[in-house]
């Protein structure tokens, strides 16, 4: 799943592949950086996220005077599912900051209704970047706008 919001992500910045957005959905193409630097930072997180998918089993030591040849890594696997599920969350904020902003750069909008009530949420409370400006904070508040969402859905 982080895999493919980075990529979708990344097929969103690339004038080359957007439909005519512009690159990295910057208001002012070559003034503006639009968001550059979380794509660079969504591409850096799912680089993290697969390196550490590596099964802890591989690293198993022997432990307790050598009786133990494969100490458990049960604890340690929670841990790091917790790990990649903060960084996911994340990935799936940056996503709904660029679509947010691609919905300000371009003239086009969601048409199924679901996409169309994230999407109004989104419009709501993350501003468009416009001048630019650092977008860690909007990224978790439109990870938070996700998660509010689907709760609501839940229930």
């Known amino acids: 799943m982080g895999n493919l919001a980075e990529r979708q992500l990344d ?4 004038p080359h592949r957007n439909s005519g957005l512009p690159p990295v959905l910057a208001t002012i193409p070559g003034e503006q950086h639009g968001v550059q630097g979380v794509q660079l930072a969504a591409t850096a997180t799912v680089a993290d996220m697969r390196r550490n998918a590596t099964p802890a089993a591989m690293q ?21 599912a917790l ?19 691609a919905v300000h750069v371009g003239d086009r909008r969601p048409t199924a209704p679901a996409c169309s009530a994230v999407m109004d949420r989104l419009i709501a409370e ?4 416009d001048p630019d400006r650092p977008l860690d904070l909007d990224v ?11 709760r609501e859905r839940i229930n």
């Open 126 to 129: 993350v501003p468009p970047i």
């Open 140 to 150: 978790q508040h439109a990870a938070d706008v996700l998660d509010d969402y689907a």
């Open 60 to 80: 198993s030591l022997p432990t307790n005077l050598h009786n133990q040849d494969i100490v458990p890594f049960g604890t340690q696997a929670a841990l790091n």
């Open 11 to 14: 097929l969103m910045v690339d």
């Open 83 to 101: 790990d990649q599920s903060r960084s996911l969350r994340w990935l799936h904020g940056a996503l709904a900051v660029a679509l947010r902003q």
